[in-house]
């Protein structure tokens, strides 16, 4: 008759009988851990290999073993970045291994492009690579010493790479700033400029006097001498004018609105008959004269009267 000890001795041990009664499950799980291992390794590899290139040829066989392709590229902030030197600097396409190329070396390359300031470029899993960038944007050319200068809100120096294609037809729109200190006061005049595009419409360049003021140059030649330090209510008025007597379309030379009562109107030599005839038409008080003078004085209606101060 056995003993007791023999029967314990020939019962299964637990881990057998678990063994046995999970085996299939323990293959599925087996098989999905000797992938992720071997994924692991590959990512491994693959990060090593970016910072060497003597294992480029090895990189490029084993990405082909992996199965996550790119499917989209997305791009946030791009507005004067063009696209195909964008592409061109991330070094792939859709379609191709997202393990492909290294995300470090298309950032530096992204980074040096003449409009960005700063990028990031990350992998989305399984299929997507999102290109996140910051543009150093202009928003004036400079003239400084016969030099043009792309320039940003601080007045800093903006790459331009020649101003070639459709870059350079965009930026033939930008306000033209001359002088001295003109690049650090630009941004004022450039927000001052946009609140009144029927005003910006008609100008072309704006100099910078003495660090102080600015004088704009229109369409046809004409100076508008803007007071120091308040542009914008002075454009605000000059707006008013044109809407009501489209005066930035009249014959004159020089438009004075640098003392806030009045507005001083010089006349174009010979332009007697197209002032007259522009009279005709009836006009409230305030309107800009159209006599035969020189240059006429335009009180603005709601100011006090003026204490005789030659502006400088």
Not at 27 to 35: A, D, E, I, N
Not at 215 to 235: I, M, N, Y
Request: charged share 20%.
């Amino acid at each position: 008759m056995p003993t007791r000890g023999a029967m314990n001795q020939d019962r299964p041990s637990r881990l057998v009988l678990f063994v046995r009664r999970h085996r299939r499950g323990l293959r599925t799980l087996l098989g999905l851990s000797f992938v992720l291992v071997l994924c692991l390794a590959g990512a491994a590899a693959l990060r090593l290999s970016t910072s060497d290139l003597r294992f480029a040829p090895y990189r490029a066989k084993l990405v082909q073993y992996i199965p996550f392709r790119i499917q989209t590229i997305r791009v946030e902030g791009r507005s004067l970045t063009g696209e195909n030197e964008l592409m061109n600097a991330l070094g792939t396409t859709v379609g191709q291994p997202i393990f492909g190329f290294s995300v470090s070396a298309a950032r530096d390359r992204i980074d040096a492009l003449p409009f960005v300031d700063h990028a990031t470029v990350e992998r989305h899993m399984p299929d997507t690579v999102v290109i996140k960038i910051v543009e150093r944007s202009p928003i004036a050319v400079w003239q400084d010493r016969g030099r043009f200068i792309l320039i940003n809100r601080a007045g800093e120096k903006v790459p331009d790479q020649g101003l070639e294609g459709k870059n350079g037809q965009a930026f033939l729109k930008l306000p033209l700033v001359v002088g001295e200190g003109a690049n650090t006061a630009a941004s004022a005049l450039v927000d001052a400029l946009n609140a009144h595009p029927d005003v910006r419409a008609f100008v072309i360049a704006a100099t910078r006097i003495g660090q102080r003021r600015w004088t704009l140059t229109l369409r046809d030649g004409t100076s508008v001498l803007l007071p120091e330090g308040r542009e914008d209510v002075a454009l605000g008025r000059l707006g008013e004018y044109q809407t009501r007597f489209r005066l930035l379309e009249r014959p004159v030379t020089s438009i004075d609105m640098r003392l806030p009562d009045r507005m001083i109107i010089h006349q174009a030599p010979g332009s007697q008959g197209a002032s007259s005839a522009s009279g005709q038409k009836a006009r409230p008080e305030s309107a800009p004269p159209s006599s035969s003078s020189a240059s006429h004085q335009t009180r603005h209606p709601s100011s006090p009267s003026p204490d005789g101060a030659t502006p400088r």
